[in-house]
């Protein structure tokens, strides 16, 4: 999977820089909506990175905002160049929006740092134990072609660590219940949590279990991940029904704030992986 697949990044980039250019103008959405004859809410997807631009509307944009730079304008219309591309994922079908956008973010990090409350992170599921969830989610069903989608692309997303070239650094802090939870039936749970030992003793993965004797910790509120990226700010994804991305720089910091509580309260990653055999133990 390559980073050149996704326009996520470079929209997530793009948008970045046109708020900070709209911001030194002291310019609200509205005054910018006015000019470009569009709503508030269009300049505001357009700075969140959740649509493309063309580059007759940039250049209105940068005309708006006096900018005068010409590298920084040259680099602006690069990156809504390469936002406009179709993603890696889109070949999977119609996926959920929000999804798409941070897969397309996923595949640009350098690092991530995943707590779970409930389930297996992605990145670390089996096939079965992701068509149980899938199943679980959709109690009607969904077709076998939406099914089908859902499983490949995550498939593709796990190549996120195992390539050869800078594979991604992976720290996972799960609670206790994600390896107690039987989902999909015992064989299935068996061959997940096995996956799950082995992955954390690759190189690049850290899987540390919070486990029930530790009361109440900082956490508790719902799962989220860090993502890391090389010269660009970090961002969080915290989940809820829709799915969010934050942005902020305060909200990254207390998000990290808050893993480094967990990581510290969690069984260091040797005792985890013990912790996650005897699980498979008792599943046989």
Known sequence: MSHAHSPTFPRFQLGKQLRRLREQARLTTEDVGLQLDCSPST?????GGKVGIRRSTLEQLLKIYDVDDRDLTETLIALAKEGKTRGWFARFG???SHYSRYIGLESNAIEMRDYEALVVPGLLQT?????????????????DDAVQAHVSARRERQELLTRADDPLQFIAVLDESVIRRLIGGADVMRSQLKHLADMGRARNVTVQILPFSGGAYAGMAGSFAILKFQGAPSVVYAEAMAGDIYQEAGDVQRYHDVFESLRAAALSPFESVKLIDSAVAETA
């Open 43 to 47: 300049i505001s997807r357009m700075e």
């Open 127 to 143: 096939e079965e134990y992701t068509r149980a969830l899938l199943a679980a989610a959709s109690p009607s069903g969904e077709p």
């Open 94 to 96: 119609d996926l959920p």
